[in-house]
């Protein structure tokens, strides 16, 4: 049991970390150009500089929900790590985890929700590029995706013994 609790917390502390750095970092969608390599993100736009992600009014509202999205399951995440913390310290045997569940599957809801719209609205769009493609950040995100699905369920199921 010790191991297992052990192992969704490694898996909760890196799912954290990976939130961070896909939400971070600039490189949602990744282009080549006459200039070279750019890449944008949810921030910015960077090709040898960075500077602000040009995007039109159209599709303005979509990445401010994007990053809200994404900002929202951070700091869920870094929620649902602190109660299961205090609920391991707390809690009295036999009973469930279902605070720090509900919370983490509160998590991945606004992954699932940040990304889907990312992804319906600014696949393949990164300006004065011919050919796009998804960059690390993206793939980090619906990593996240899966392990705080995964860790909700676990967090769910689990009884402290």
């Known amino acids: 049991m010790l191991v297992l609790l052990a192992g969704i917390f490694v898996v909760h502390i890196a799912t954290v970390i990976m939130l961070f750095v896909s939400t971070i970092a600039n490189v949602w969608m990744v282009g080549y150009s006459k200039l070279g390599t750019a890449s944008s993100g949810l ?28 900002i929202l399951s951070i700091i869920f995440s870094v929620i649902a790590l602190v109660m299961f913390i205090v609920q391991l310290f707390t809690l009295e045997k036999g009973k469930r985890f279902y605070v720090t569940g509900a919370i983490m599957l509160v998590c991945w809801l606004c992954i699932l929700i940040g990304v889907s719209i990312y992804t319906a609205r600014f696949t393949g769009k990164v300006p004065e590029s011919t050919s796009s493609h998804h960059g690390y950040c993206f793939i980090l995100a619906w990593i996240c995706f899966c392990f705080s699905f995964i860790i909700g369920i676990l967090y769910l199921v689990l009884r402290k013994k």
């Open 43 to 70: 921030w910015l736009l960077c090709n040898k500089t960075c500077e602000q992600l040009p995007v039109n009014s159209r599709d303005e509202a979509s990445l401010k929900a994007v990053q809200a999205f994404m």
